[in-house]
C-alpha cells in the first residue's frame, strides 16, 4: 500500500475562479437566463406537514458568440447552475438555514456573493482570455465550460440529502469535477456530520465496516492512504440503499480513476448508530 496521501481541495478549480477579480463587463453578452421549476413529483407531495417542499432554479450565462439556441455542433463558452431551494420546511428558520448552506455548497464560498456573479465573472474572465488569444493571432480560442448542480436525492421526515456537483473546463487537458452530499435534518436544518450519526464508542468498528465494503468493491491494492491505513472521507450522502462514501479526485487515487465511491447498508450499518440520531430514526 502506498504511504503518500495527496490533499487537494476538491473544489480547487471553482475556488480559483472565486478568487478571480471582476473585470469591467462585456457589454455584447448575453443577457442571464433563468428557469423555476417547482416539484411535483408525489414523494414531494406525499410528505407530513413539518418536512421538505422545494423548487429547482436555473441560471445560464454565455459568451457573447453563443447562438441564441443550442446547437450541438457549436460548442460554446458558457457557465450554467442548476440549484435547489426550499419553498417549505419545518419553520422559516429552518427553511433559510438550509437554503443559506444550498447556495455557500453550490459556489464552494462561505463569502457574500451571488450565484449570478459567480456565474457573470467566469465570462468575463473568458473575455479577457480571448481578447489575449486575439492578440497572440490565435486562429482557435478553446471554449471554457462550468457547470454548477444541485439535485434531490433523498427527501423523508428523518432526512433532506441533496447531491451537489460541479464542473469546471478552463483550458488544458481535462476539466475538474466534485461531488458530493449534503445532508440536513428537515426538523433543524442542521448540517450532518458522520458524529452526528455514529455511537462515537463504536466509530473504531464502523470504520472497520467500512474498509471491509471499500476492498469489496476495489481490491486492488494502490490507493494512496497514509501510514495509518484506511480513513473515511469527509463526503458522505445517506441515500436509499445505504451510507454512501465519495473520495473526491486525487484523494486516494489518479485523475484517472474518477472518484471513488463505495456504499455500506443500513442493515450492516444500524448496529453502530447513535441513540436517537437520523441513522437510529431511518432504520425503525
Known amino acids: 500500500m502506498l504511504t503518500m496521501k495527496i490533499k487537494l481541495l476538491p473544489l480547487l478549480a471553482l475556488a480559483l475562479l472565486l478568487s478571480a477579480c471582476p473585470s469591467t463587463p462585456e457589454p455584447e453578452e448575453n443577457a442571464t437566463e433563468k428557469i423555476t421549476t417547482e416539484t411535483t413529483d408525489s414523494s414531494t407531495l406525499s410528505l407530513s406537514a413539518d418536512t421538505i417542499h422545494y423548487r429547482y432554479i ?8 453563443c447562438p441564441e439556441k443550442q446547437d450541438p455542433d457549436n460548442y460554446c463558452t458558457q457557465a450554467s447552475a442548476t440549484w435547489v431551494e426550499l419553498t417549505k420546511a419545518a419553520s422559516p428558520i429552518v427553511q ?13 464560498s462561505d463569502t457574500m456573493v451571488t450565484v449570478e456573479q ?6 468575463r474572465e473568458y473575455s479577457e482570455f480571448a481578447e489575449e488569444m486575439k492578440g497572440e493571432d490565435m486562429d482557435f480560442t478553446p471554449a471554457w465550460s462550468m457547470e454548477l448542480s444541485q439535485k434531490v436525492a433523498w427527501n423523508t421526515p428523518e432526512i433532506f440529502v441533496v447531491e451537489n456537483n460541479i464542473y469546471s ?9 466534485a461531488s458530493g452530499y449534503l445532508n440536513f435534518s428537515p426538523r433543524t436544518g442542521k ?15 464502523f470504520k472497520k465496516l467500512c474498509e471491509q465494503y471499500f476492498l469489496e468493491k476495489y481490491p486492488e491494492d ?6 495509518e491505513g484506511f480513513y473515511l472521507p469527509e463526503t458522505f450522502g445517506l441515500l436509499p440503499e445505504g451510507i454512501t462514501f465519495v473520495y473526491a479526485l ?6 484517472a480513476a474518477g472518484e471513488i465511491v463505495f456504499t455500506v447498508p443500513y442493515e450492516k450499518a444500524k448496529v453502530f448508530a447513535k441513540p436517537y440520531s437520523v441513522l437510529d430514526q431511518i432504520n425503525k
Do not use: C
Not at 473546463?169 to 469535477?177: E, N, Q, T
Not at 486525487?250 to 485523475?255: G, K, S, T, V
Open 58 to 65: 436555473t441560471l445560464v450565462e454565455k459568451y457573447k458568440d
Open 222 to 227: 494502490d490507493f494512496w492512504f497514509p501510514e
Open 169 to 177: 473546463y478552463s483550458g488544458g487537458a481535462h476539466g475538474g469535477y
Open 191 to 205: 448540517l450532518l456530520t458522520l458524529e452526528d450519526l455514529i455511537d462515537p464508542g463504536k466509530m473504531d468498528a
Open 250 to 255: 486525487y484523494e486516494i487515487a489518479p485523475y
Open 118 to 123: 459567480v456565474l457573470k465573472d467566469f465570462i
Open 96 to 108: 433559510k438555514r438550509i437554503n443559506e448552506a444550498l447556495i455557500q455548497h453550490l459556489l464552494a
